[in-house]
């Protein structure tokens, strides 16, 4: 027999299903996150990796994956070179920014974001970026910290959330998170609607251009999940990978 969360507007929304998107929250951090969590030190101790660990989710903005992946890989040939091992005060945004342009990141938005996000660490304790996101996360102060990331040009909502979720994943500090902080960690883009939609999760209309959609949408999501008593960050994790990767974990089950 299917075990069913409570009712929603278009009926019930099973809980084995939730778990099971749990489940592919898991594969997301085998699959994606392991190589970080093994290396997670480093991103304490080295704010040009910590950097590195922020531009590896900030590129991601609603491009295809493949252009973003190419201007993150371009951009990273850029850093390598003219940032890594250096005083970042010594670093003229303009100049890298022209510099980011010749070696084929052609997204002006783009450039401006790595240009900002540069210039958002030197106003942090040892310009770490990584660290920030910890301390504000252990401190109930997330919804501080997505405010003062969005304030970077060309991050929004979902990156912030994105990079927030991804930090606390790594770092095992969702059971530090207070549940009125949830909202903070969940990025909600076309998979992640997509799935908590035929869940039945997610009720109604949703434009994700619009903030008090996303809004009720990360509150539909994450009272299910506590409903079913799964991780609010691996069901958004998971829900993300089974909407990216449907096909492959299709074959994947046959």
Known sequence: MTELTPQTEKGAAPADRIRMIEGFGRRYVRDFLAGETVGREAFLGDSYEALKFFFRRSFYRGQRDEVSDNFRQKAFEVLDEKVKGQDLDDVSGGVLEEQLWHNGVNNATDRRMVRQTIDFTQQLPERNIVRYAIEKIKSGQAGQA????????GVGDKIASFYLRDVALVFGLEEEIAEAELKYFQPV????????????????????????HIEKAKEQIIGACRTAGVSTLLFNAGAWYAGAYSLELLLAAD
């Open 189 to 212: 883009d076309t998979w992640v609607l997509q799935v908590a939609a035929k869940l039945a999760i997610v009720t109604g209309d949703v434009n994700l251009t619009r903030p008090t």
């Open 146 to 153: 997505q405010g003062e990331l969005t304030g970077i040009f």
